[in-house]
């Protein structure tokens, strides 16, 4: 079987509305405020939305700032402050960098389908090791397709040369997982690294 992994929110954290109170902390100074100026700039990453044509590689980081801008009234200069400070924002999430390796030792092979700009892609790969563990990847910005579109799960098992149900999937976004079920994969919704461990033990990936 071959496991593939979303990235951000499963392999490195994302939590927006934390690194949004970080850095604005007058726009967002509690929870609720915060959930407001996320849903305002990533518009629930919509396949349409701005930050979604980023991640598709359609538009650089000027232009994104620029349209946000206009469409939110937050400055040009902060929105490039936030797009700058996300890269670093996504620390490795201990537990599953753990999981990738024991999975890796146990004879697994692992890809990951991230939606993601190629600036941060980039980022990611030259700064952490553990993706020589993976045999390959597929980022939205290099191929110009997104989840929870169809089109890449199918680029995906051409180029793994995977599919069907012996292909896990591990996202934490549902629409993401209901898109991988509907390709045929056996999806697996992330919360925690422990709990996607215990998923992959009673799969039989990995032992308990």
Same mark, same amino acid.
């Given at each position: ?9 499963? *392999?490195f954290?994302?939590? $927006?509305?934390?690194?949004?109170? @970080? !850095?604005? $902390? ?12 996320? %849903?305002?700039?990533? @518009?629930?990453?919509? $396949?349409a939305?701005?930050?979604a ?5 359609? #538009?650089?980081? =000027?232009?994104? &700032? &620029?349209?946000?801008?206009?469409? *939110? ?7 490039? /402050?936030?797009i ?15 999981? #990738?390796? =024991? !999975? ?38 290099? *191929? ?7 089109? #890449? ?19 934490? /976004? ?16 992330? %919360? ?6 215990? =998923?992959? *033990? ?7």
């Open positions: 079987m071959a496991v593939v992994f979303d990235l951000g929110g499963v *392999v954290k994302w939590k $927006p509305l934390e690194l949004l109170q @970080e !850095l604005f $902390p007058d726009r967002a100074s509690d929870e609720v405020t915060a959930q407001k100026l996320a %849903d305002q700039i990533f @518009e629930s990453f919509n $396949p939305s701005d930050w044509q980023f991640d598709l590689g359609l #538009i650089e980081p =000027d232009a994104l &700032a &620029a349209k946000i801008s206009k469409r *939110v009234g937050i400055s040009e200069d902060d929105m490039h /402050v936030l700058a400070g996300i890269p670093p924002h996504m620390v490795p999430q201990t537990g599953t960098v753990s999981l #990738i390796a =024991d !999975l890796k030792a146990a004879g697994q092979t692992l890809y990951y389908l991230s939606n993601m700009p190629a600036g941060y892609a980039h980022y990611l790969e030259s700064t952490h090791d553990f993706f020589q563990h993976f045999s390959d990847g597929i980022f939205s910005a290099r *191929v110009q397709q997104i989840k929870p579109q169809m089109p #890449i799960f199918q680029n995906a098992n051409q180029r793994f040369g995977v599919s069907g149900k012996e292909t896990v999937f591990i996202d934490d /976004v549902q629409h993401n997982i209901d898109a991988a079920h509907a390709h045929g994969w056996t999806g697996v919704r992330f %919360d925690e690294p422990a709990q996607v461990r215990r =998923d992959l *033990v009673a799969l039989g990936l990995l032992k308990a």
